[in-house]
């Protein structure tokens, strides 16, 4: 599917907006597409925050050979992609599980790689924010069954970070591993990592406080649980997906169950329009229980 520059690429229309927050120093044309993006202001604790796109009945992935990806959700919209090259382009840190890796092996989270026409305002946003390299890419993988040699380890594009179990470093270490991958283990042999840990890992290796989480579905999963997302960016494209039984299509959380007897609710806090999607941002006040 042919690519729209930036030129050609609509804005996106502000709908609503709190105003909360700081006002991030967008370059002209980055302000011209998406508007003004606040963040909060820094503080002690990371602020984590996830971005996914789901179609109108709640599919984030068709879970299918060729169709796994988000573009497949989001009709390959350049504005979905403008988005995510733009929180990628914030983010100090961004965490993706081995299945988010297995359904694209050949990327790597940056800014540029999801969206190349803007790769210029995108660099430019990172190095008014005081960012010297691109966001760390973090993989989660329980078994660490992870081939060493895809882009994100072996390009030299991304510091890279896998975080898994200490049977999945043992495995790990069996491949050449590049300078640039750090492999760390987590105590305990359980195949699903807390997000706690994450977190506690990530912070080790990275100073950075906004940290996105871009799935999949039971990693989101893991870090609502344990009340750990502070915002949730969803794109709603004007798509049914549609559902079979036992077809493995997945939805935004997956794993967990929280209502009716522990419900999550969020907090509408920015929307805007672009053609038919909406681009939409939660809150979650409730993230981050005082210990």
Not at 254 to 265: E, I, Q, V
């Amino acid at each position: 599917m042919p690519r729209l520059g930036p030129s050609i690429l609509a804005p996106l229309e502000t709908l609503f907006d709190t105003k909360r927050g700081n006002v991030l120093p967008l370059p002209p044309n980055l302000a011209r597409l998406y508007g003004c993006l606040r963040m909060p202001q820094q503080r002690s604790r990371p602020h984590v925050f996830s971005n996914f796109v789901a179609t109108l009945d709640g599919v984030v992935s068709l879970n299918a050979i060729g169709h796994a990806s988000g573009a497949d959700i989001s009709g390959h919209s350049a504005q979905d992609r403008m988005v995510m090259g733009l929180l990628r382009a914030i983010a100090d840190v961004v965490i993706v599980g081995s299945g988010t890796l297995g359904a694209d092996p050949r990327h790597v989270w940056t800014a540029e790689a999801i969206f190349p026409e803007l790769a210029d305002e995108y660099r430019r946003l990172s190095k008014a924010m005081g960012k010297r390299e691109p966001p760390l890419n973090v993989i989660v993988s329980g078994n660490g069954e992870i081939d060493l040699r895809l882009p994100v380890f072996a390009s030299g594009k991304v510091p890279a970070l896998i975080i898994t179990t200490t049977a999945g470093a043992k495995r790990l270490r069996t491949q050449s591993a590049p300078d640039s991958v750090d492999i760390r283990a987590t105590r305990g042999s359980a195949s699903t990592i807390p997000a706690n840990a994450i977190l506690d890992e990530v912070c080790q290796v990275s100073p950075g406080k906004l940290i996105l989480v871009e799935g999949g579905p039971r990693l989101l999963g893991n870090f609502y649980a344990e009340r750990l997302v502070d915002e949730q960016f969803l794109t709603l494209a004007p798509q049914i997906a549609g559902r079979d039984a036992g077809d493995g299509r997945l939805g935004l959380v997956m794993g967990k169950t929280f209502a009716p007897s522990d419900p999550l609710w969020g907090t509408l806090i920015d929307l805007r329009r672009g053609s038919s999607h909406l681009f939409l941002r939660y809150s979650f006040p409730e993230s981050w229980p005082a210990s």
